[in-house]
Every structure is written in C-alpha cells, then in structure tokens.
Nanobody, 124 residues
Framework: QVQLVESGGGLMQTGDSLRLSCVASGRTFSSYAMGWFRQAPGKVREFVAAINWIGLNTVYVDSVKGRFTISRDNAKNTVYLQMNTLKPEDTAVYYC?????????????????WGQGTQVTVSS
C-alpha cells in the first residue's frame, strides 16, 4: 500500500513558476513509476507527466512540454513537478499517482494509488 500526499499548490499569475511535491509512504517507492494528472472544473482528468522508477525516462502531454519538468528523489520518497511559465489553462487540481509496474504511462487506469490533489490556480 502506498499513500501519496501532494503539496505546493496555490494562486499564481500568468508567467509564474511553481513546484509541486508529492511525498509517498512505503518502502517500495523507488520501484514505482510516478505520474502527475490534473483535472480542471467540468473537464475529465488529464495526464500531465510521468517518470519511471529510476528517473531516466519521462513523458509529458504536449501542452506542458518545455514548461513543466517532472523529477524524483527516491531517497526522500518524493516526486516533483516544476511548472514554469504558467498559463490560465493550467488551472486545475493536480494529482500525484503511483504505478507499481514501474514504467511510464499516460493511462490513468495504470496507476494504482492516488493522492488527494492540490489546487493550482493561475490568473490572467
């Protein structure tokens, strides 16, 4: 069992930067692939980024490529999402998720564990 707790959300302005963190409980964190998803009001949950268990492979949705960076520190059981050049369309609740198979994937159904989410609001 893995428990995930996100933090770092807030109210930002267009062009700002923000770093989200997700701390995982459990001794097997380093074997999990991790992902970030987001859900805006009235929209379905959307894949944002993923990183494999060792941190050497990352994938991003096209809308955040070049602006967002996912990374992980297995010694701290933490995955990060660095978000630069924020836009109003980035406004959403951001969720951290863990995939016990260890491989990067953009499919939400491949993630077994989810955090409660952290709100990111970007004003224009």
């Amino acid at each position: 069992q893995v428990q995930l707790v996100e933090s770092g959300g807030g109210l930002m302005q267009t062009g700002d930067s923000l770093r989200l963190s997700c701390v995982a409980s459990g001794r097997t964190f380093s074997s999990y692939a991790m992902g970030w998803f987001r859900q805006a009001p009235g929209k379905v949950r959307e894949f944002v980024a993923a990183i494999n268990w060792i941190g050497l492979n990352t994938v991003y949705v096209d809308s955040v490529k070049g602006r967002f960076t996912i990374s992980r520190d297995n010694a701290k059981n933490t995955v990060y999402l660095q978000m630069n050049t924020l836009k109003p369309e980035d406004t959403a609740v951001y969720y951290c998720a863990a995939n016990e198979w260890g491989t990067t994937t953009d499919l939400a159904t491949n993630y077994q564990y989810w955090g409660q989410g952290t709100q990111v609001t970007v004003s224009s």
